[in-house]
């Protein structure tokens, strides 16, 4: 089994670009695919971004994901202040037969 | 238009039991798996468990295993998180989601357990 690791914080201006890390504790992740959430307060999680880096209907292209080896990275590019939000990184676990969340990251636009 | 309501916040006491819904409108709902997911006050996001709703096979995360049972009522769309004995740790917002990934979300249903 695996822990996904991401960094409780990351900060940037409006207009810049940030990047948000999700780190797996093991090669047990394989080839599973990596999903990326956004959680703004007080409301459900929304999918960005499905099997390591495509995007659902509706998720504008400012949103990128890749995925090499353990480590899943998800992209934003001309942050807005709308991006204000926690962001989580998902993957399946084979051996648990369950869905394994990260930490989870708070990203503030300054 | 693909929708998954859930029904509303419960404040209950240690060792009560809880059914909580979620509904699901705008799609097939025996296409995709359902889901539950645990987010504690300040905390993230935990998975509970999965259904399939054609057949109601289910299966749980081991640290959920035993403490919740999910289950569908096909004839209404609508799947369920229930607990037969609650303790002060179950309170948390519960999610549902439809698998896979986890592309729609209900709007949860926030669940406190106090005496």
């Known amino acids: 089994q695996f822990v996904l690791t991401q960094p409780p914080s990351v900060s940037a201006a409006p207009g810049q670009k940030v990047t948000i890390s999700c780190s797996a504790s093991s090669s047990s992740i394989g080839n599973n695919y990596v999903s990326w959430y956004q959680q703004v307060p007080g409301t459900a999680p929304k999918l960005l971004i499905y099997?390591?880096?495509k995007r659902p209907s509706g998720i504008p292209d400012r949103f990128s994901g890749s995925k090499s080896g353990t480590l899943a990275t998800l992209g934003i590019t001309a942050l807005q202040t709308g991006d204000e939000a926690d962001y989580y990184c998902?993957?399946?676990?084979?051996?648990?037969?369950?869905?394994?969340f990260g930490g989870g990251t708070k990203l503030t636009v300054l | 238009e693909v929708q998954l309501v859930q029904s509303g916040a419960e404040v209950k006491k240690p060792g009560e039991s809880l059914t909580i819904s979620c509904k699901t409108s705008?799609?097939?709902?025996?296409?995709?798996?359902i889901s539950w997911v645990r987010q504690m006050p300040g905390k993230g996001l935990e998975y509970l468990g999965k259904i399939d709703p054609t057949d109601s096979y289910t299966t749980y995360s081991p640290s959920f295993q035993g403490h919740v049972i999910i289950s569908v009522d096909k004839s209404i769309s609508t799947a369920y998180l229930q607990w037969r004995s609650l303790q002060a740790s179950d309170t948390a917002m519960y999610y549902c989601a439809r698998l896979s990934p986890f592309d729609m979300w209900g709007q949860g249903t926030m669940v406190i357990v106090s005496s």
């Open positions: 705008g799609y097939s709902f025996t296409t995709y798996w």
């Open positions: 998902g993957a399946w676990d084979d051996s648990l037969s369950a869905e394994v």
């Open positions: 099997d390591n880096n």
